[in-house]
């Protein structure tokens, strides 16, 4: 199947200067502070996000190279499978993170509570809706006992 | 800044047929069912993931082509930021749902409470965990009353 193509839309800035620093999670951060720098041609695209506590953000994990299908989760010593742990070491190295919107000025918006290297290409930012974004009676296999 | 690649994991197949029989969003489709058929080369990676119940799916919106910055959302008449609704017309056209997962056979993930159209390229798999994708006291701007 084809290639598909994207251009990242902006750089997350943050105090997280290596993967060793990252917090598992971003909600394992929520002292982390940083800063997204959106590119200027997006700028008119920031309109009525303000008024939204927490931002979901889609972006390239650029220091990952190359991916296993069975790997050791973080949070666990047994290898798992990739599809069912949440590591960098992906098949598509995309990640994502609900973050908290602090301030917005012009194309800077300040965020808290990010797992987020510094440096990383922004692909996309949505207002994250709990009505849209949560579920009821959620399973969460291997997982259930460690966090 | 430059171009980011990424390659289809598996396609998702969706009695969905156009973008207009799409409920708005995943959480209104509940009675929806569709199939992920990951590509077997994949395969290993899907070790661990039936203890899930809920899936993150992150796929290409593939119907989509170009973008306007400020839109009118499916849920309000008055155009908005791009970033600020959940629009398929975005500068990167990712899309995110959340999906509950029935039944796995080999490469064939059967899920329901979807609102993506048959044919979507996949590109990630995560599994859904409310300890990481959830948060409290979140505020959702101009959707407040829409939702």
Redesign the interface.
């Known amino acids: 199947?084809q290639?598909?193509?994207?251009?990242?839309?902006g750089?997350v800035h943050s105090e997280i200067k290596s993967r060793s620093d990252s917090p598992v999670?971003?909600?394992y951060g929520q002292e982390m502070k940083g800063t997204i720098e959106l590119?200027p041609e997006?700028r008119?695209?920031?309109?009525?996000?303000?008024?939204?506590?927490?931002l979901?953000l889609?972006f390239?994990f650029h220091l990952s190279s190359g991916f296993t299908?069975?790997q050791k989760p973080f949070l666990d010593n047994i290898p798992?499978?990739?599809?069912?742990?949440?590591s960098p070491r992906?098949?598509?190295p995309?990640g994502?993170s609900?973050v908290?919107l602090e301030k917005m000025k012009g194309c800077d918006l300040e965020i808290s509570g990010l797992d987020i290297v510094d440096g990383t290409?922004l692909?996309?930012?949505?207002?994250?809706?709990?009505?849209?974004?949560?579920?009821e009676?959620?399973?969460?296999?291997?997982?259930?006992y460690k966090?």
């Open positions: 199947m290639e598909i193509t994207y251009r990242p839309i750089i999670q971003a909600v590119f997006y008119e695209g920031l309109k009525d996000l303000e008024g939204f506590s927490h979901i889609i390239h299908l069975i798992r499978g990739v599809f069912s742990i949440r992906r098949p598509n995309i994502l609900i908290k290409p692909l996309d930012i949505k207002p994250f809706i709990p009505k849209f974004d949560t579920r009676g959620v399973e969460v296999g291997w997982i259930k966090v």
